[in-house]
């Protein structure tokens, strides 16, 4: 088991664009899922959440994501390549900075577009939560993060204060 450093918010490297990955690199990119895999089961078992993790977050600046839902899935160059016109507002967390929440607005949906561990080409449409998640995740392939997504100065709060913010959405909604 390889836990990897996250990289924290501050770090110039999280603001780089990823290169892509390459077939004659599944081999090695590999040892990155696993290590993708483990620092994202260390990080839920520490904050109680995480579903998925970009490879640029450990400091491996290829275009890789890992996600698990009800089970792995390894998406490999993926390109959103159709998004909805509806978006939605929602409390954006990320494991770069995992005690800051920022409100950003995504896509309700999208479709996404990759290779499996395999080469083969795979797609996937998303909704709500999973759309939200594979957008956040493509964004660190781009260097992009949340912060910089922010709906304006007021969009951030401490973790400490969701359940808070939770309430407030509910007694306010469109707020």
Request: include cysteine.
């Amino acid at each position: 088991m390889t836990v990897r450093e996250v990289l924290l918010l501050g770090n110039p490297i999280l603001y780089e664009i990823s290169e892509p990955v390459r077939k004659q690199e599944l081999t090695q990119i590999a040892g990155a899922v696993t290590d993708l895999h483990d620092t994202l089961m260390a990080f839920r078992a520490r904050y109680g959440v995480g579903r998925a993790i970009a490879a640029p977050q450990i400091g491996v600046m290829k275009r890789l994501v890992y996600m698990v839902i009800d089970e792995p899935v390894i998406f490999i160059n993926p390109i959103l390549d159709s998004i909805s016109e509806e978006m939605m507002e929602v409390w954006d967390d990320c494991m770069c900075f995992p005690e800051l929440l920022v409100k950003v607005r995504r896509h309700k949906s999208c479709h996404i577009g990759y290779q499996n561990m395999d080469w083969g080409e795979e797609e996937m449409w998303l909704e709500d939560d999973l759309s939200e998640l594979l957008q956040h995740e493509i964004d660190h392939l781009e260097g992009i993060l949340a912060v910089s997504r922010a709906i304006d100065s007021h969009s951030f709060a401490l973790r400490s204060q969701k359940q808070r913010l939770e309430r407030e959405n509910a007694l306010f909604p469109g707020k």
